[in-house]
């Protein structure tokens, strides 16, 4: 059995009724379905890239200082519109995030959580396949939140988180699980 602690527009602070036991206290997004985590494989003549994002989320930074997140390009399934679905979800944050079309996009991932003890939250993560390097639109940030987006050739990629985490920059663990899914593009250069 839940219950609703606290209610927002986008989010909600949830119990768990337990028999016996404590409330195990979580967050909630009432309006999202899923989550999608896109990892961009952009071809070019001098070899295959993926594109970070580096976010300042709001949470990290109260908590935290004035920290830099890399992150994939994510989104929300159905917060805005209860009939879109995954595929058009992964679509459509593409492009409103990095400005790339793709011609194939690859579930990898289905369900997976960040944190299954802290919120309900769950993702599918998918590759994209991007040959055309023209941007199709600017864009956005997000509302400050993307504050700037890095390509980095494929088999550098490791060499590059370590580098940013050396330079205090937070990895997400959805980044973490996208580049595992680059492994085979690695293997490839």
């Known amino acids: 059995m839940k219950e609703t602690l606290?209610?927002?527009k986008f989010l909600n602070l949830m119990a768990s009724k337990r028999e016996g036991k404590a409330d195990w206290v979580y967050a909630h997004r009432?309006?999202?379905k899923n989550v999608v985590i896109i990892v961009p494989v952009i071809h070019k003549t001098d070899?295959?890239?993926?594109?970070?994002?580096?976010?300042k989320r709001p949470p990290l930074t109260e908590e935290y200082g004035d920290v830099i997140c890399l992150e994939f390009?994510?989104?929300?399934?159905?917060?805005?519109?209860?009939?879109e679905t995954?595929?058009?979800?992964?679509?459509?944050?593409?492009?409103?995030?990095?400005?790339y079309e793709a011609v194939k996009f690859e579930i990898k991932a289905r369900n997976l959580v960040t944190s299954g003890g802290m919120t309900s939250e769950k993702s599918t993560l998918a590759?994209?396949?991007i040959f055309d390097t023209e941007k199709k639109q600017i864009p956005v940030d997000d509302g400050g939140v993307i504050t700037d987006r890095i390509e980095v050739k494929i088999k550098d990629v490791p060499a590059f988180l370590k580098k940013a985490?050396?330079?205090?920059?937070?990895?997400?663990?959805?980044?973490?699980?996208?580049?595992?899914?680059?492994?085979d593009n690695l293997k490839k250069d």
């Open 47 to 55: 070899g295959d890239y993926t594109l970070f994002l580096t976010t």
């Open 30 to 32: 009432p309006n999202a």
């Open 127 to 129: 590759t994209a396949e």
């Open 73 to 83: 390009p994510a989104g929300l399934v159905g917060d805005e519109n209860t009939e």
């Open 6 to 8: 606290y209610s927002t």
């Open 165 to 183: 985490e050396a330079k205090g920059m937070f990895l997400s663990a959805q980044t973490i699980a996208g580049v595992y899914f680059l492994w």
């Open 86 to 99: 995954t595929d058009n979800a992964l679509k459509k944050e593409l492009l409103e995030e990095t400005g």
